[in-house]
């Protein structure tokens, strides 16, 4: 139905970032988890991190980058 065909993608990038993040977040190689603690600070940008606070809410629909 159409709900579906509108949140199926929303949901499914919605799981993919989470993904993403943890992903990132428990990577066990050493010099693969020495880059992450490097550019951790970086995700303190407020700008990044107002950006992917609003992408984790959904509050931009990924596919056209506008607010809903």
Do not use: C, M
Not at 18 to 24: A, C, G, K, L
Not at 44 to 68: A, H, T, V, Y
């Amino acid at each position: 139905d159409r709900y579906e065909r509108i949140r199926r993608p929303i949901a499914t990038s919605a799981v993919g970032i989470t993904r993403h993040i943890n992903e990132f977040a428990t990577l066990t190689s050493p010099w693969k988890g020495a880059l992450r603690d490097a550019l951790f600070p970086v995700a303190n940008f407020p700008p990044l991190n107002k950006q992917i606070s609003r992408r984790l809410s959904r509050l931009i629909d990924r596919r056209d980058g506008q607010e809903i």
